[in-house]
């Protein structure tokens, strides 16, 4: 069974840095792309970062580009992404979902599986 | 980027209703489209993907249709399991982009 835990959100001034963790297991990880995708209170859903399966190619929305890293680690199975600088409107849920990558291209881009969610609050 | 565009933003339906969503591009994305249902405090699910090719495990009555630019989710029979928010994206390329949502709520 795929299952998804992301981990790392709180509360958190503007301006300060948080990471987020998202730990894989029941599925050929290696294989995957991973993604974050984000979902303001109230809000609709919000790509922000892909990385590939072998940790080379790396996309973001616009929104975080500059502000935000995506890195993985295949040997423990877990994608991360580093938060600098943020601002009350990356206040979210912050989702890690997958991108089937197992057949050598990614294409097309649908997410099949996703974790549970982790609440980040950017207040002072 | 691709823009999304989902309508209406909500429907109010009855158990066994028939109920459409139409999700249109920006630009021509062939068949590439994603469906998604999300319930309250979940992740979303993906319902359909390749625009009309169901995924496992989804029941029948979810179906998808179109090409280019103009697409739909149809309920043929709205279960009660069924009422929650549905949103479209395209899966041509990035930035990938999703549809405003649309919530089926009850009548």
């Known amino acids: 069974e795929v299952q998804l835990v992301e981990t790392g959100g709180g509360f958190i001034p503007p301006g300060g840095s948080l990471r987020l963790s998202c730990a894989a297991s029941?599925?050929?990880?290696?294989?995957?792309?991973m993604n974050w995708v984000r979902q303001a209170p109230g809000k609709g859903l919000e790509w922000i970062s892909f990385?590939?399966?072998?940790?080379?190619?790396?996309y973001y929305a616009d929104s975080v580009k500059g502000r935000f890293t995506i890195s993985r680690d295949n040997a423990r199975n877990s994608v991360f992404l580093q938060m600098n600088s943020l601002r009350a409107e990356d206040t979210a849920v912050y989702y890690c979902?997958?991108?089937?990558?197992?057949?050598?291209?990614?294409?097309?881009?649908?997410?099949?599986?996703w974790g549970q969610g982790t609440l980040v609050t950017v207040s002072s | 980027d691709i823009q999304m565009t989902q309508s209406p933003s909500s429907v109010s339906a009855s158990v066994g209703d028939r109920v459409t969503i139409t999700c249109q591009a920006s630009?021509?994305?062939?068949?590439?489209l994603a469906w998604y249902q999300q319930k309250p405090g979940k992740a979303p699910k993906i319902l359909i993907s390749?625009?009309?090719t169901l995924e496992s495990g989804v029941p029948s009555r979810f179906s998808g249709r179109g090409s280019g630019t103009d697409f739909t989710l149809t309920i043929s029979s709205l279960q009660p399991e069924d009422f929650a928010t549905y949103y479209c994206?395209?899966?041509?390329?990035?930035?990938?982009?999703f549809g405003g949502g649309t919530k089926v709520e009850v009548k």
């Open positions: 029941g599925f050929n990880f290696n294989k995957y792309g």
């Open positions: 994206q395209q899966t041509n390329s990035f930035p990938l982009t």
């Open positions: 630009e021509g994305i062939a068949s590439w």
């Open positions: 390749a625009a009309s």
């Open positions: 990385i590939r399966s072998g940790g080379t190619i790396m």
């Open positions: 979902a997958t991108i089937d990558c197992s057949g050598g291209s990614c294409f097309p881009f649908y997410f099949d599986s």
